[in-house]
Antibody, heavy 113, light 112 residues
């Protein structure tokens, strides 16, 4: 069955870089894209970016200067890196299979000194 | 960016009743390939969003037929008939026609 699971540090200091991993199973990263979405506490959903099955990427222009998405198909893993974190980046971070059909459980990231 | 205006913000319903949620986009969601990429999600507390309806009117696997989606162009509706307790939560529309993909602000379906 299709599964996605996010992992990463729960706490990041301001100005540092966030690194998250999405480990997938039940499908091939060469056939499906993986999308990153985040949700600040008590707020709505924000699309961050996607890495497609062919390896191309698209990013939300609001985050593009800070965001990078990559993958290791041999390990079935997708990576998110976002630099210069601020307190407003505190959120639950989800990965989802393109076309947004299956989602991981999410990982909470708090930006605080 | 495409703005998705979702109404109402809160929707009190009675169990067994009907609910209707509207989502309007600031520009047409018809893709150049002819498809319309408008989807509906339910997010229950502490959970990730779950796909209900994809491309306007297609129910995702396992979604009861109490859920139906309709609309075209810039105006879309999700209807829930015979509301059950497990239907309560936050509903979101999502457009994936234009970059950046954007979500509606959400509708909280709660008991009257």
């Amino acid at each position: 069955q299709v599964q996605l699971k996010e992992s990463g540090p729960g706490l990041v200091k301001p100005s540092l870089t966030l690194s998250l991993t999405c480990t997938v199973s039940g499908f091939s990263l060469s056939s499906y894209g993986v999308i990153w979405v985040r949700q600040p506490p008590g707020k709505g959903l924000e699309w961050m970016g996607v890495i497609w099955g062919n390896g191309n990427t698209n990013y939300n222009s609001a985050l593009k200067s800070r965001l990078s998405i990559s993958r290791d198909t041999s390990k079935s893993q997708v990576f998110l890196k976002m630099n210069n974190l601020q307190t407003e980046d505190t959120a639950m971070y989800f990965c989802a299979r393109g076309p947004f059909d299956y989602w991981g459980q999410g990982v909470m990231v708090t930006v605080s000194s | 960016d495409v703005v998705m205006t979702q109404t109402p913000v809160s929707l009190p319903v009675s169990l067994g009743g009907q609910a209707s949620i509207s989502c309007r986009s600031s520009q047409s969601l018809v893709h150049s390939n002819g498809n319309t990429y408008l989807h509906w999600y339910l997010q229950k507390p502490g959970q990730s969003p779950q796909l209900l309806i994809y491309r306007v009117s297609n129910r995702f696997s396992g979604v009861p037929d109490r859920f139906s989606g309709s609309g075209s162009g810039t105006d879309f509706t999700l209807k829930i008939s015979r509301v059950e307790p497990e239907d309560l939560g936050d509903y979101y529309c999502l457009q994936s026609t234009h970059f950046p993909y954007t979500f509606g602000a959400g509708t909280k379906l709660e008991l009257k």
